[in-house]
């Protein structure tokens, strides 16, 4: 996963003095501050404010401010931690992630365009055309990855990894956790949401390019353009049989379905802890 950080600022930026970032570019400033932590919620929510802080080197004060500016703008949402989440006793903490309006202003280039294309492409060819042009550009992205030779679960998880950084290199921010007895490809974002919300075509060849690389039956569990925080695959680290790889997709177990798109919005939002 790609690393964010920033170098020493002053106070008034959220800073603490006297520490640096090997990750950080150069940059400083409270637009530069808001763009990390954007960034963050991008690629890591839902996220605690207290992993905001470590990770970019702020103090607790300088990550609610920023937190609550983008609440405020409704550019991100906060919720309390699952059980599954707690670490320790107490309150539950709560944890931030873009809301489809933070997402929006990422930008969505030529969606309107994007969007006329394809409705002609269908008055021209039918469902079909739209079909085949969906399976194409998924090929596109993942070019050049080989399918999954051998059906272990430590090959399994390097294979769902290299499709996760073929996606992020095309913008989908994407990456890999582990949960229970698989291994989840979230994508952060979706440069094609908008457009995905009228030709569902495109996320149905995004799963089945994943379950040709994966040889096994992979289960989307959340998209963007149907309102969740993210896209999320569960591919199981499990050899199936072929009546399991070819079955009618079963609920996920509680480990299973542990993933971004799952956690409740029910707070204010702010962001005290």
């Not at 996963?1 to 920033?6: E, I, P, Q």
């Not at 802080?53 to 931690?81: F, M, Y």
């Not at 998880?157 to 290299?162: I, T, V």
């Not at 289960?219 to 999320?232: E, V």
Request: charged share 20%.
């Amino acid at each position: 996963m790609k690393t964010v950080g920033l170098p020493n600022t002053d106070e008034r930026a959220g800073h603490r003095a006297g520490t640096a970032s090997s990750a950080a570019p150069a940059a400083s400033g409270e637009g530069h501050t808001r763009a990390a932590i954007v960034q963050l919620l991008l690629e890591e929510g839902p996220i605690t404010a207290t992993a905001i802080g470590a990770r970019l080197e702020l103090t607790p004060a300088g990550v609610r401010r920023h937190l609550d500016a983008l609440i405020d703008s409704g550019q991100a949402r906060a919720s309390r931690s699952a059980p599954w989440q707690q670490k320790g006793r107490g309150r539950p903490a709560k944890q931030y992630q873009l809301t489809a309006a933070g997402r929006g202003r990422l930008g969505h280039a030529y969606d309107d365009l994007a969007g006329a294309a394809i409705r002609q492409l269908g008055e021209i060819g039918g469902d079909k055309a739209i079909t085949e042009f969906a399976r194409k550009r998924a090929r596109t992205i993942v070019a050049g990855i080989e399918p999954v030779q051998e059906h272990t679960q430590a090959d399994t998880e390097a294979k769902a990894e290299e499709i996760a950084e073929a996606f992020t290199d095309a913008g989908f921010a994407a990456t890999t956790r582990k949960v229970g007895t698989g291994v989840q490809i979230c994508q952060h974002h979706c440069p094609v949401s908008h457009v995905a919300e009228e030709f569902p075509q495109l996320c149905q060849a995004e799963l089945e390019a994943f379950r040709e690389l994966l040889g096994t039956h992979v289960q989307r569990l959340a998209t963007i353009a149907n309102g969740d925080c993210a896209c999320t695959t569960h591919v199981p680290l499990m050899v199936l049989t072929p009546g399991e790889a070819h079955a009618e997709p079963n609920k996920a177990s509680p480990s299973a379905v542990a993933q971004p798109a799952t956690v409740g919005t029910n707070d204010s939002g702010r962001s005290a802890e």
